[in-house]
């Protein structure tokens, strides 16, 4: 599995050769540091540690300060690790997007979706209300309903449907297409939507 840290910038959509339309998100993917090497000796399997983006020195601990000091590079705010990839490559050495991807290949893309706060019924399970009508009652179309039993067995059923928070939630959308690859720009053209919110912290992984 290769992969590469990257920053979401927002949506488009192109045409392909057939003429139709294709929704698209536009990835700044790298250029990523690699922080740090693991191999089978020391640390049990071959992994490579990836850092993306700068970070300020005073926001960052000592021990992580000695650890990009080591690698030769700036603080780095995200540090992933990929395992099982098949890039040679040594501490300190640079990862682009056109080391990793190219047009046509099929990714998972790992992102945090959008937070929403605390959400009710409606909005957070997509319930309709009482009927789509209020039904007599006074301001009761977006509320939950009966959530309990009888007086057996007297509880709330494990999973019950209420309101609480919504969003801001780890999610992997798998079997995406890489339309177009930009590496002079570090932009991939990746089809479909991926989860979070411009500007927020992307993984992309190749199948």
């Known amino acids: 599995m290769n992969g590469i840290i990257g920053k979401k910038l927002g949506m488009t959509s192109i045409f392909n050769e057939a003429g139709q339309q294709i929704a698209?998100?536009?990835v700044e993917a790298g250029p990523c540091v690699v922080t740090q090497v693991k191999d089978e000796?020391?640390?049990g399997y071959y992994a490579l540690q990836l850092g993306f983006e700068e970070a300020k020195a005073k926001n960052t601990s000592q021990p992580m300060a000695g650890h990009f000091e080591k690698?030769?590079?700036s603080p780095k705010r995200k540090l992933i690790e990929f395992r099982d990839t098949d890039l040679n490559k040594a501490i300190g050495d640079t990862v682009t997007v056109e080391d990793v991807f190219e047009e046509g290949d099929v990714v998972h893309a790992i992102g945090r979706t959008k937070g929403?706060?605390?959400q009710g019924v409606v909005k957070r399970h997509n319930f309709?209300?009482?009927g789509d009508a209020t039904h007599g009652q006074?301001?009761?179309q977006r509320a939950p309903g009966s959530i309990g039993q009888a007086s057996y067995p007297a509880q709330v059923s494990k999973g019950m449907r209420m309101a609480g928070r919504m969003g801001g939630t780890r999610v992997k959308?798998?079997?995406l297409k890489i339309v177009k690859v930009f590496p002079e720009k570090n932009?991939?053209?990746v089809s479909g939507a991926i989860p979070g919110h411009k500007g927020s912290t992307i993984i992309i992984e190749k199948k």
Do not use: P
Request: with cysteine; aromatic share 4%.
């Open 24 to 26: 698209c998100t536009l």
């Open 41 to 43: 000796e020391t640390d």
């Open 71 to 73: 690698a030769g590079t």
């Open 116 to 118: 929403k706060g605390f």
């Open 128 to 130: 309709r209300g009482v």
């Open 138 to 140: 006074h301001n009761r």
């Open 173 to 175: 959308v798998k079997n």
């Open 187 to 189: 932009l991939l053209v």
